[in-house]
């Protein structure tokens, strides 16, 4: 069956689509935490065989895994990201000139160090960056 967003509503299956065949051996995803749950959306389209994602790098717990509707975030994120080279940074909150807001502190201070943001794509609410690792990190 057919499918619409409500209007001004994350259009995550959008999104999914932009970042499909542009992924790379080495590459991790990571959601800010908006008003809706990207990571719940991406992980439906996984399951679906709609899409095939990167290592989810700053997943603590799956929310499956611990009970509740929302997965925890990784408590060491300098631990989580080794070996990442670019981060697919999913995004649904609020325009702003810093992309990684809905970001834990502690992982913002290590992907602020580490990492160098561009803009990939923008869907309806959504935007995308790809975040590379700096050579001198």
């Known amino acids: 069956t057919a499918r619409q967003n409500l209007p001004n509503e994350p259009d995550f299956s959008a999104?999914?689509?932009?970042?499909?065949?542009?992924?790379?051996?080495?590459?991790?995803?990571?959601?800010?935490?908006?008003?809706?749950?990207?990571?719940?959306?991406?992980?439906?389209?996984?399951?679906?065989?709609?899409?095939?994602?990167?290592?989810?790098v700053l997943l603590g717990k799956s929310a499956q895994r611990q009970g509740t509707f929302r997965a925890s975030v990784c408590k060491n994120p300098k631990r989580c990201l080794a070996g990442t080279?670019?981060?697919?940074?999913?995004s649904a909150t609020h325009e702003g000139p810093d992309p990684l807001v809905g970001i834990s502190s502690a992982a913002h201070r290590v992907i602020d160090d580490e990492f160098h943001p561009a803009l990939f794509a923008r869907v309806t609410t959504v935007r995308i960056f790809l975040l590379t690792r700096r050579t001198d990190a």
């Open 15 to 56: 999104a999914a689509r932009a970042i499909a065949g542009h992924t790379a051996p080495g590459d991790g995803i990571a959601y800010s935490q908006g008003k809706r749950d990207a990571r719940q959306a991406f992980a439906y389209a996984q399951s679906r065989g709609w899409l095939v994602l990167p290592r989810d």
């Open 85 to 90: 080279r670019r981060i697919w940074l999913i």
